[in-house]
Each structure stands twice: as C-alpha cells, then as structure tokens.
C-alpha cells in the first residue's frame, strides 16, 4: 500500500482541519445565551432593582416558551394560543420549561405599556422533564385596550418576556 499523492493528502489535511475548527466552535459556550420567544430573542440581564435574585442562574433548567391563550387542556397546555384578547377574556400564560433536579420558583410579572406593575405571581414547579406552568393573568374584564408585556423569572433571573394585546 502506498502513499497517496501530493494533492489527495494535502485535500485530506484540509478536510480534517477544517472539522477540527468547527468541532472547537461547536465546544464554545458562553454564560448567558438567547433565548428564542416566537420571533423575538431576549437576552437574559441584570435584575431590576427592586427584585433581587437569591441565587446564580441555574443550568439544570431551561424556559422554552411563554405563549397566551384563553383554555387550558390537558397538562396545562393552551388549547390554542393568541397575541390579542377581548377585554372580557380570561388570559393565562403559559411557560415551557424543560429540566431536572431540585424544584424552582418562576415568577410572572404582568406590566402595561407604561411599565406599572400590574401583578406579580410566583409558583414553585417540580422539576421532572418537560413541564407547563400556567398563570392566570386576568379574567373578565380587569385590562383596558393596549399592550401588556409579560416577564418570566427564574429564582429571580429575568429568562424570557412576551406580550399581548386587548383590543376592543
């Protein structure tokens, strides 16, 4: 068996080099990565100052989701998920987390446009896997016309936010 030729071993180099550069990017984390909400990406920051996180941002869970909608189904799930509501509607939020180990406490913070705090709600989930944690926001009512932003923490880390809109 001999040697293959100048060109197919210099190919052959090239090929093993460049998985080697890809396999090495692959391998790079960084602390805080985005996470993806729909078609907006947030980041996840600092706390406000007013709330103060009890630990480090945990790894062994992971949000996946906040979405909105009106019924709940079996496991928590929206039967079906919605950007805007009628003034008279009950809106739930409904977070997707994924993961093991000790439980945790997620927060929903329901803010208007201006930013006013209009609730704050906190439940301790188990984690076992994947799971739907849901939070009754409003009902009948309570919310005029305008834009709602919801933000999720965990043990105090902002980690996702998405909104809504009552219309008229």
């Not at 309570?142 to 880390?157: C, D, M, P, Q, S």
């Amino acid at each position: 068996m001999g040697l293959l030729p100048r060109p197919a071993m210099l190919a052959v180099i090239c090929v093993l080099f460049i998985v080697s550069c890809e396999r090495e990017e692959q391998n790079k984390t960084t602390a805080l990565e985005p996470v993806k909400v729909e078609s907006r990406t947030v980041t996840p920051s600092a706390p406000e100052p007013t709330s103060t996180p009890t630990s480090p941002l945990r790894q062994d869970v992971a949000v996946t989701v906040l979405s909105f909608g009106s019924v709940l189904g079996k496991y928590n799930v929206l039967q079906k998920t919605f950007e805007s509501f009628a003034p008279s509607a009950t809106i739930f939020a409904v977070v997707g987390t994924d993961g093991s180990g000790p439980d945790a406490t997620l927060s929903a913070i329901l803010k208007d446009s201006a930013g006013t705090v209009i609730s704050d709600q906190s439940q301790t989930i188990v984690l076992n896997g994947s799971a739907a944690t849901p939070f009754k926001l409003t009902g009948g009512g309570t919310l005029r016309a305008g834009v709602y932003r919801v933000e999720i923490k965990l043990e105090g880390h902002p980690v996702i936010e998405n909104s809504f809109r009552i219309e008229e």
